[in-house]
């Protein structure tokens, strides 16, 4: 069976320092990864999604990035952090059957301080 | 610009009390997904809503997809404390051949006993 794993579960770090959270999906090719942030109380934001290896789409402008050095895993990092990133960051992937995507599976998240 | 909205954002209920939560999405899509989430947790897929006049039943909860209206519905009948969580509904779009997978704003239901 598939299963996604997130690390790590909770990161507090200070202003400009730097981020990795990694994200791998076991039991399954060629997923559509996603990264999303959600603001305490508040919806979740697509911040990029990969269709691919080295393929990455960016949806909000900000000054982190995400990499996809391998089939199943995504990298979400950051040169130097800004107390607005502080949120819960939550991976997901989705496959293609028959052209369609399919329902989104989750990580257990990271959830992560700015101070 | 794809968007998916959904209503109420908040909504407190009495134990035994119907409801239901509403989600429009702006562009084509002929399929709808919910999402739960409890408090401090990840989402946990609910429903898969393949097709125009899909219906899916889960215990209390159904959701339902007119993909004319560009509407999808969850209702809860006779809710319990238990449904207390955030539904989330999402779409994937804005066009066939893109993988985006947008989340609606929410709806953080609190179920009173």
């Known amino acids: 069976s598939q299963t996604i794993h997130q690390w790590p579960a909770t990161l507090v770090q200070p202003v400009g320092s730097p981020l990795s959270l990694e994200c791998t999906v076991e039991?399954?090719?060629?997923?559509?990864l996603y990264w999303y942030r959600q603001a305490a109380g508040r919806g979740l934001q697509l911040l990029f999604y990969s269709v691919g290896i080295g393929q990455i789409s960016s949806e909000v402008p900000q000054n982190l990035s995400a990499s996809r050095p391998q089939d199943r895993q995504f990298i979400l990092s950051s040169k130097k952090l800004l107390l607005s990133d502080s949120g819960f960051y939550l991976c997901?992937?989705?496959?293609?059957?028959?052209?369609?995507?399919?329902?989104?599976?989750f990580g257990q998240g990271t959830r992560l301080t700015v101070v | 610009e794809l968007k998916v909205e959904q209503n109420p954002l908040f909504l407190s209920m009495q134990e035994g009390k119907n409801y239901t939560i509403y989600c429009n999405y702006s562009?084509?899509?002929?399929?709808l997904y919910w999402y739960r989430q409890d408090p401090g947790k990840s989402l946990e897929s609910l429903f898969v809503?393949?097709?125009?006049?899909a219906v899916k039943q889960e215990g209390r909860l159904m959701a339902s997809l007119d993909t004319k209206a560009r509407l999808s519905t969850l209702h809860i009948t006779a809710a319990v404390h238990d449904l207390s969580a955030t539904y989330f509904c999402a779409v994937v779009g804005p066009s066939s051949g893109t993988y985006k997978y947008i989340f609606g704003t929410g709806t953080r239901l609190k179920v009173l006993a």
């Open positions: 997901a992937w989705t496959l293609i059957l028959r052209g369609r995507v399919t329902e989104a599976f």
């Open positions: 039991g399954t090719s060629n997923p559509n």
């Open positions: 562009t084509t899509s002929d399929r």
């Open positions: 809503l393949l097709s125009n006049g």
